[in-house]
């Protein structure tokens, strides 16, 4: 094999994550899909700027979220507006937590700030560090921590998990009813 | 501090809010999770092996 070559074989091999972040972070399955060949064209036009040794994962989902960002701003004022009518379809009761299905949670995700949404993702699920996080959002590592615990407070509070929580997030989860 | 657009209408989450219980916290981890590992485990469209193999062949056959 040559140099193009394990480039490729490594490329391929962070498909399922790319994937699955594109997804989770509430595109479409056939979006998700084009956001990762876009992403993976990208790369290899710039492989160049790769640093070999580094972690090829953090850089091409740093990629891929700035091609994700950079189409989400053209778009921003039609999907604007799902915040209120749409979250309150998806208000469980108390008591419903050990059935909380996949699909509610998934709902509830779509209704957490996409900033605050991505950093829970990242860290919770992709598997990076809070400075990998951090390095593929562009920010410091304190904004990472602080948004991933507003994520999980979001979520606890429209998924009706957040007994303990702040009574600010219980407003915050009466206001979207 | 937040840069977050749908925050101004409402109130915002204070940054000394209580912490969630650790089984809340679990909670959310575990379904976070399982729906990544979910979406990860779908096999890899033809459509990214045939893309990557087109790269790597112009890369090795000069022109």
Redesign the interface.
Known sequence: M?K??F??RD??TT???L??FA??LGASPDRA?DL??ES??KA?ANRGSFVAGTNLKTWLFTILRNTAYSEYRKRRREVEDS?GSYAATLITEPGQ?AH?D?ED??SA?DLV?S??REA??LV???GFSYEEAAEICGCAVGTIK?RV??A?????AILG??????E??K??SA?LR | MSHDPHSAPRPTLPADAPPLSDEVQRQIGRKLRLLYEQLEAEPIPDRFVELLRALADKESKPT
Do not use: H, Y
């Open positions: 040559n193009a070559d480039f490729s490329l391929l498909i399922p994550s994937r699955a997804r989770s899909d990762v060949q993976l064209i290899w915040d937590i909380l996949m949670f998934r995700l700030p900033e605050q829970l993702i919770g699920a992709s602080s615990n507003r999980r407070q979001r979520l606890a998990l957040q007994e303990g929580a702040s600010e997030a407003k915050d206001a």
